[in-house]
C-alpha cells in the first residue's frame, strides 16, 4: 500500500507531522554529502526528543542534536567532525552524561549498513564477517556469534534495524515524493527502505515527466515517501552533487564553538533556536558565501535514450 | 627547518605502498594524499574506492576535504551505495587498505573508539567508520599514525579494527580468512609485522633508533638492517602540495 496523498509540506509540518518523542531516527545515510541539516535543525527548533539516533558518519549532524539534549541513544558507526576529529557535544554526552546521559551501540560502516538492509528485507537479522575480532562485535548485543549451517565458518549475526523515521537530502523529488539522487549515497537506499516514515527534502520538487525521463536515477521511490519539503541548500555545510560543495569552514567553526559546553550553547542558539527556518538561515550565511559553494566547472552527464 | 613535514614523508612513505595496478580502499586524510600521489607517480593503473560509494581511476579534479566532495566524484568510473563498494572489499577484490587511528598495539590492533585518561576515567573517540571493515577485509592492511608514546601502546584499550592478535592464528580463530597488517607507517619510521609483530624495518631521515624506542611503548623490535626511508622527491611534494594546498592535512 503506498502512502497518503498531500505530501508536499514546510518543514516544520513535516517535522511535527512525522517526528515524536522516543523515536528511532536515521539521518546522513550518505556518509559525507547529502546531510539532511535542515531536517536536523528542526528537530532541535521543535525540541523533539528523546530520540534514537541511527547513522553511519553523521558528520556533526547528530553532534548538534545530542548537544540540545534530545538524544538517549545512538547507534552509529562514528560520530565525530570529519573536517577536525572529535565531536565534542558526542564526547560529552558519553564521558560526562551532560547534557544527558547517551548509550551508544557501536557498529561498522558495513555492518551498520547490513542492519538497514536486512531491516528493509522484513528480516531479522543480516550475517556478516566483519567486525570479527573487534570490540564492537563484543560489546555491542545486536552482534551474536553465528556459525553457518552450510561451511562451518565463523561469522556475525547482526540484528536488523528499522528506524521509525528517515531524514533524507536528495537533488530533487516529484510531489509524490519520487527521490533522484546523483553522486555517492552511502546507505541512503536502506535507510529508507528500512524506515517505517520517510521525510524527504530536496533541492527542488520537479515535475514527474523529470523523473519519468531517467527513472534509473530514482534511488527512494514515491511509496516509501511520507512528506516532500523542498528545502534548497538544505545539506549545508555538506555537499550536494551538482548543487554546492562542502563548506568546510562551517565544520572548523563548529569545531572551534563547541569545545566548550557553554559555547556549545552559545552555537546552538545563534545557528539554530534563534532562527525562525532555513530562509533565515541562509539570510544569515549570506549570498556571497553560498555564491562561494556553486560549481565552477560544469559536468553534465550524457542523455540517455529509454525510447521503444 | 626540514624542507618537508613528517606528514609528508608519511604521505610519501604510504604511497610507496601501492603498486601499479591495485585497487585500493582509500582512506580520508594522509591515505587521500598517498593514494593521489601514486596515482601521479608510479602506480597510474591503481583503482581508488571510497566507502561512501566513489570508484576512480583517476586523483580528484581539485583538492578535497571529504570523499564527498564533488571534484572526487566528477570523472569517477563508478558512483553508487556504500553497499557495493563494502561488498567489492569483503568479496576479496581489495588489494590494499589504509586505515589511521589513536592507539595502536604491537600486534596492530587498531583503537579508535576510547582511551583510558591518565587520571582515570575514559576518552570516548569517534568510533569505527569503515576503519573495523578495512581492517577485517582486505587483502593487506596499512596503517597510518603519528609516533607517540602513548598511541603505540603494547595492548589497545579497545580493539575497533583487528590487527593480528596476540598469538599466531588469532586471526584465522576469530573468523577471518585474510589480511591483517603488512606494514605501519608513523611519523618517524615504517614498520613491517613478521610473524604478526611490529618490527621496525625503515627510519626516516635523522631519525635515530634511540628515539624510536623511547617514544614506542613496546619492547621495540628492529630488523637485522635498518633502511632509510627515501625522503620525498621535490616532485612528491609539489604533487602533496598540489592536493593540499593549504596545507591542511600536511603541516
Known amino acids: 500500500m503506498g502512502k497518503a496523498r498531500g505530501k508536499v509540506k514546510s518543514l516544520s509540518q513535516a517535522v511535527t507531522d512525522l517526528v515524536r518523542p522516543g523515536d528511532s531516527v536515521v539521518l546522513s545515510a550518505a556518509l559525507e554529502g547529502f546531510i539532511p541539516f535542515a531536517a536536523a535543525h528542526e528537530i532541535i527548533r521543535q525540541g523533539i526528543g528523546p530520540l534514537t539516533l541511527v547513522a553511519p558518519i ?10 540540545a539534549g534530545l538524544a538517549e541513544r545512538v547507534i552509529a558507526a562514528w560520530v565525530g567532525n570529519v573536517s ?12 560526562q552524561g551532560l547534557p544527558r546521559p547517551l548509550e551508544v551501540l557501536d557498529h561498522s560502516n558495513f555492518s551498520i549498513t547490513l542492519a538497514l538492509e536486512a531491516g528493509a528485507r522484513g528480516l531479522p537479522m543480516a550475517v556478516g564477517r566483519s567486525p570479527l575480532g573487534s570490540d564492537i562485535a563484543l560489546q555491542n548485543p545486536q552482534f551474536k556469534a553465528l ?38 549515497a552511502g546507505f541512503t537506499k536502506q535507510a529508507a527502505m528500512a524506515s517505517s516514515r520517510v521525510l524527504i527534502t530536496c533541492e527542488e520538487i520537479v515535475d514527474s515527466a523529470v523523473i519519468r525521463r531517467d527513472p534509473d536515477r530514482t534511488l527512494v521511490p514515491g511509496l516509501l515517501v511520507d ?14 552533487l551538482g548543487y554546492y560543495d562542502l563548506d568546510n569552514q562551517y565544520y572548523l567553526d563548529y569545531a572551534a564553538a563547541t569545545r566548550d559546553p557553554e559555547n556549545a550553547r552559545a552555537w546552538q542558539r545563534e545557528w539554530v533556536d534563534g532562527l525562525s527556518g532555513r530562509e533565515a538561515y541562509l539570510e544569515k550565511l549570506g549570498s556571497a558565501r553560498r555564491q562561494g559553494l556553486l560549481p565552477r566547472h560544469s559536468r553534465p552527464g550524457a542523455p540517455l535514450e529509454y525510447g521503444w | ?95 590494499l587498505g589504509f586505515i589511521g587511528g589513536a592507539q595502536m598495539d604491537q600486534w596492530g590492533n587498531v583503537n579508535t573508539h576510547q582511551a583510558r585518561r591518565p587520571g582515570g576515567g575514559l576518552v570516548r573517540l569517534p568510533g569505527s567508520g569503515g576503519g573495523a571493515d578495512i581492517a577485517c577485509l582486505a587483502s593487506r592492511l596499512l596503517i597510518i599514525m603519528n609516533h607517540e608514546r602513548h598511541r603505540l601502546v603494547p595492548q589497545v584499550d579497545y580493539i575497533t579494527s583487528p ?37 621496525l624495518t625503515s627510519l626516516h631521515p635523522g631519525v635515530s633508533r634511540e628515539q624510536v624506542a623511547q617514544a614506542t611503548g613496546w619492547d621495540l623490535d628492529c630488523a637485522s638492517t635498518l633502511e632509510i626511508t627515501p625522503a620525498p622527491t621535490a616532485n612528491d611534494l609539489k604533487i602533496i602540495r598540489l592536493f593540499d594546498p593549504k596545507r591542511f592535512w600536511t603541516s
Open chain 1, 58 to 67: 553523521s558528520n556533526i549532524s547528530i553532534d548538534q542534536i545530542i548537544g
Open chain 1, 84 to 95: 577536525t576529529g572529535i565531536g565534542y557535544n558526542f564526547r560529552r554526552a558519553v564521558e
Open chain 1, 147 to 184: 556459525t553457518c549451517p552450510h561451511s562451518g565458518q565463523k561469522l556475525l549475526a547482526i540484528q536488523a534495524v528499522n528506524p521509525d523515521v528517515a531524514l533524507v537530502h536528495v537533488q530533487r523529488a516529484d510531489k509524490e515524493g519520487n527521490c533522484q539522487v546523483w553522486g555517492a
Open chain 1, 227 to 240: 512528506a516532500v519539503c523542498e528545502v534548497p541548500w538544505g545539506a549545508h555545510p555538506a555537499p550536494v
Open chain 2, 1 to 95: 627547518m626540514s624542507a618537508y613535514t613528517p606528514a609528508e614523508i608519511m604521505v610519501t612513505a604510504a604511497a610507496r605502498q601501492i603498486k601499479n595496478g591495485d585497487v585500493v580502499f582509500v582512506g580520508m586524510r594522509l591515505p587521500l594524499l598517498a593514494f593521489m600521489l601514486a596515482k601521479q607517480t608510479h602506480a597510474p593503473r591503481a583503482l581508488g574506492l571510497f566507502e561512501n560509494g566513489v570508484l576512480r581511476d583517476r586523483p580528484a579534479n581539485a583538492p578535497i576535504i571529504t570523499m564527498g566532495d564533488a571534484p572526487n566524484q566528477s570523472d569517477a568510473l563508478k558512483l553508487c551505495g556504500l553497499d557495493e563498494v563494502m561488498s567489492l572489499l569483503s568479496g576479496g577484490r581489495v588489494d
Open chain 2, 163 to 199: 590487527g593480528w592478535g596476540p598469538h599466531p592464528g588469532w586471526r584465522q580463530e576469530q573468523g577471518l580468512t585474510r589480511g591483517g597488517p603488512a606494514a605501519l607507517i608513523t611519523s618517524l619510521g615504517v614498520f613491517n609485522f613478521p610473524q604478526g609483530r611490529a618490527q
